[in-house]
């Protein structure tokens, strides 16, 4: 069985600052992993995956995130927040190994940057 | 680009009535979902749906639920009886193919009010 969680619902930065949301991964065979950003009133928009090979993979909009397996982790950050970043964010993960199957989500957190 | 359309935006409607959400997948496409996110709470799996039949489901797909591709470009999901816990926004995706480097696109979604 599969899981993500993500720590922190809402995250909070200043514009310029460095955006860090965590994710956290349970899973029983080599997953593939995602980030999904929602901003208001839209629906998930792919920043960035995971399958195999380099652990970091860049995204986005200027998003990054590194697969640490030792850690079961797979955060997310960018090194300078800019006022369009805030939106909710949601990690995934799906099996690997080939097809992707569906996508397990994380409960999302909500990026607030502050001007 | 080409993007996942849902319709409608917002559906109202009576407890134990039958309702029917409409998505148009990206053409290319070959792989179709349905997620929902009850407020609050996680994007949840439902189904996919390829060549169709369905190809997986999960425990909330029950026999009130059913999915159909009635032509070459809508996915529909219909809820036959619906209860007040169905009220959730729910959304489509897409994928060209089953694979992790294939990812799913998603739409608007369509937020379901069951009063």
């Known amino acids: 069985a599969q899981s993500v969680t993500q720590l922190g619902s809402h995250v909070s930065v200043s514009e310029g600052a460095l955006v860090l949301l965590r994710c956290n991964y349970s899973?029983?065979?080599?997953?593939?992993l995602f980030w999904y950003v929602q901003y208001p009133n839209q629906g998930l928009q792919l920043l960035l995956k995971?399958?195999?090979?380099?652990?970091l993979v860049k995204g986005i909009n200027g998003f990054e995130a590194e697969f640490k397996k030792s850690e079961t982790s797979f955060h997310l950050t960018k090194p300078s927040a800019h006022m369009s970043d805030a939106a909710e964010y949601f990690c995934?993960?799906?099996?690997?190994?080939?097809?992707?199957?569906?996508?397990?989500f994380g409960k999302g957190t909500k990026l607030s940057v502050k001007p | 680009e080409p993007e996942v359309t849902q319709t409608p935006s917002h559906q109202v409607t009576q407890m134990g009535q039958e309702v029917i959400l409409r998505c148009v997948p990206i053409?290319?496409?070959?792989?179709f979902y349905w997620y929902r996110q009850i407020l609050g709470q996680k994007v949840e799996f439902l189904v996919s749906?390829?060549?169709?039949?369905?190809?997986?489901k999960s425990e909330i797909f029950d026999d009130q639920f059913s999915v159909e591709r009635p032509d070459g470009s809508n996915f529909t999901l219909k809820i036959r009886s619906t209860k007040l816990e169905d009220s959730a926004m729910y959304f489509c995706?897409?994928?060209?193919?089953?694979?992790?480097?294939?990812?799913?696109?998603f739409g608007d979604g369509t937020r379901l009010s069951i009063l």
């Open positions: 995706a897409s994928s060209e193919g089953q694979w992790a480097d294939q990812p799913q696109h």
């Open positions: 899973s029983s065979v080599p997953p593939y």
């Open positions: 749906f390829y060549n169709n039949e369905i190809s997986e």
């Open positions: 995971y399958t195999t090979g380099a652990t």
């Open positions: 053409s290319n496409h070959l792989y």
């Open positions: 995934a993960v799906t099996r690997g190994g080939g097809s992707q199957g569906n996508l397990i």
